[in-house]
Nanobody, 124 residues
Framework: QVQLVESGGGLVQAGGSLRLSCAASGRTFSSYAMGWFRQAPGKEREFVAAISRSGGSDAYADSVKGRFTISRDNAKNTVYLQMNSLKPEDTAVYYC?????????????????WGQGTQVTVSS
């Protein structure tokens, strides 16, 4: 069992930055690849970024590539999402999730555990 708690969301102006954190419970954090997803009102949940168990590889949605960076600290059981050059269309609830899978990270149904989400609002 893994419990995930996101933090770091908030209100920011367009062009600004935020850093999201996701703290995981348990001693098996390094056994899971970690992903970030987001869901805007009236829209489906969409993949944002993912990182391998070791942190040696990652993947990004085209919409955030070059602006967002995912990282993890296995000693702290935490995964991060650094978001720069934020746009109003980045406004959403952001969720972190954990999966034992090594492929298919963009697919929400492969993730076994989810956090409760943190709101990110970008004003124009």
């Amino acid at each position: 069992q893994v419990q995930l708690v996101e933090s770091g969301g908030g209100l920011v102006q367009a062009g600004g930055s935020l850093r999201l954190s996701c703290a995981a419970s348990g001693r098996t954090f390094s056994s899971y690849a970690m992903g970030w997803f987001r869901q805007a009102p009236g829209k489906e949940r969409e993949f944002v970024a993912a990182i391998s168990r070791s942190g040696g590889s990652d993947a990004y949605a085209d919409s955030v590539k070059g602006r967002f960076t995912i990282s993890r600290d296995n000693a702290k059981n935490t995964v991060y999402l650094q978001m720069n050059s934020l746009k109003p269309e980045d406004t959403a609830v952001y969720y972190c999730a954990a999966t034992p899978r090594t492929t298919g990270w963009g697919l929400h149904y492969i993730y076994d555990y989810w956090g409760q989400g943190t709101q990110v609002t970008v004003s124009s």
